[in-house]
């Protein structure tokens, strides 16, 4: 059984994780995506709240299981035994703090590799913190996350505008 884990704030999915986790499941005999449940990155969903909202996106891929997790994403990795790492990339910008962030991983626990996927060209733009910016001023997030979770982000800045 080779099982990876796709780690992320996922704060809120958006299509682009959703894309990544498509692909890596269909490489992987599993795929567990490990939402980070750390309060000092002040997440505008709780872990719990993430959660689910993955589980109702994703729930139709039979091998993908969505798990929270705090503390060191090798120790996570070594309890789920799991020895891959997955990590999208969409651009040379993301590219340094990921290497470092591998290279770290990789000296914590040389058993667990890291691998990328590249952002798929329709998602290379995409990331939580743009969703939320256009959310927070009211604009239209449909392009950007799945449907299912639309109105649940709306519903964080209805009455702070
Ligand atoms: O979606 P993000 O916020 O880019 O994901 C970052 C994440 C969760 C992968 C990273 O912050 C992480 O692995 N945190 C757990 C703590 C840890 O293991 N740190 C040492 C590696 S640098």
Redesign the pocket.
Known sequence: MIRAIY?????PVTLGHLDIIQRAARNFDELIV?V?N?QS?HPLFTVEERVKMLKEVSGKILNVRIMS?S?????FAKEEKANCII?GLRAITDFEYEL??AQ??SI?NSEVDTMFLTASNDYSYLS?TTVKEIASFGGNIEKFVPKEICSRIYEKYSGKR
Request: proline letters at 5%.
């Open positions: 780690p992320g704030s996922f704060d490990g980070l750390n990155k997790f503390g060191l994403l090798v120790d990590r470092q962030m770290t991983n914590l939580s």
